[in-house]
């Protein structure tokens, strides 16, 4: 697992996730709700966790803080 950590100000941002492997599937989270890659992800206020998972092999967990 792989844990990595930003802020924003803003409300929304795109997040876009793609295999380097075309055969590997990926799903994304965003506190626990599934969300469409390459769509915007409205930001609540403090933490938000995005969980992206590559084929059963590899997590990546973002903690993006929104401050306003």
Known sequence: M?????????????ITATATDTEMDVTITVDASPHVSGEAATWAAGENVVVVDVGSLTQYTVTVTKTE
């Open 2 to 14: 792989y844990e990595y950590t930003a802020a924003t100000t803003n409300a929304t941002n795109a």
